[in-house]
Each structure stands twice: as C-alpha cells, then as structure tokens.
C-alpha cells in the first residue's frame, strides 16, 4: 500500500518534516531526507495499527473499496 507523504525543510530547526495528508495529524521528521522519510514510515504503521486497534473496540465492520 503506497500513501502520499509531503516532505518540507525545517526552516527554524534544520532537517525535515514529514507528514502523510490522508491520514491526520501523522506527522515525523528526521535530520535527512532518508531519516525524515524511514521515521514517516514508521509513523504511518503506527497509525494504521492504533486506528486497528480502535475499530476493533468499537467493534466497527470494515469494508475494502476499490477506486
């Protein structure tokens, strides 16, 4: 599975900021692109398995959709 992730310089701090604009507030950054980049995947699997664990909660029904 592929998401669009935005990747911008951090002017005040240095380094990089990334965040995934489908999935909200998942934000990372790293020193490098590459660092900015592995720490954004490691946020997006963080995500999608907290938002898993929460559905499983509520005991929600879960659909794939094709598009």
Same mark, same amino acid.
């Given at each position: 599975m /592929?998401?669009?992730?935005?990747?911008?310089?951090?002017? %005040?701090? =240095?380094? /990089?900021?990334?965040?995934?604009?489908t999935?909200? =507030?998942?934000v990372?950054? =790293?020193?490098?692109? %590459?660092?900015?980049?592995?720490?954004?995947?490691?946020?997006?699997?963080?995500?999608? *398995?907290?938002?898993?664990?929460?559905?499983?909660?509520?005991?929600?029904?879960?659909?794939?959709?094709? *598009?």
């Open positions: /592929y998401y669009k992730v935005i990747l911008e310089p951090d002017i %005040e701090s =240095g380094g /990089y900021v990334a965040y995934c604009p999935l909200r =507030g998942c990372s950054e =790293g020193e490098t692109v %590459e660092e900015a980049l592995k720490n954004i995947k490691k946020a997006i699997k963080g995500y999608l *398995f907290v938002l898993e664990e929460e559905l499983k909660r509520k005991d929600a029904k879960v659909y794939k959709v094709a *598009f």
